[in-house]
């Protein structure tokens, strides 16, 4: 009985449960960057360059045949969903976060070097303990 006991500790795990909301969010951004990629960019490519599908190219070397343009396919779809998240999630969040966060306070006080009570930066004696420090400005 201990062991199915330990099995939903470790099931109701903080760490667990996180993972596992993690995993479920990254299928669900994935699905929504492919369909991005899929649907908007890719037809935007072909409509600037013409031909949004690659995968008949190919050439031939000794009678061995090499498609290629699968691969161009792949790259060009890993270069669409780097610029994607690039452009519309790392960028945007990094501004996002840096509007959220709190500018640096500048520190107004410092301890007092005998007896390490707070003391005002320009003091030139604690009021704590009257040992003379020298001010810093």
Known sequence: MTLIKEFKAFLLRGNVV?????????VAFTATITALVADLLTPLLAAIGGNPDFSSLSFTINGSHFLYGAFVNALISFILVAAALFFLVIK????????????????????????LSEIPRAAH?????????????
């Open 92 to 115: 945007p969040v990094a501004k996002l976060s840096a509007l959220r966060s709190t500018p640096a306070v500048e520190e107004t006080t410092r301890p007092c070097p005998q007896c």
């Open 125 to 137: 004696r604690c009021a704590f303990c009257t040992s003379e420090v020298l001010a810093i400005a």
């Open 18 to 26: 996180d993972m596992a909301v993690g995993i479920v969010i990254g």
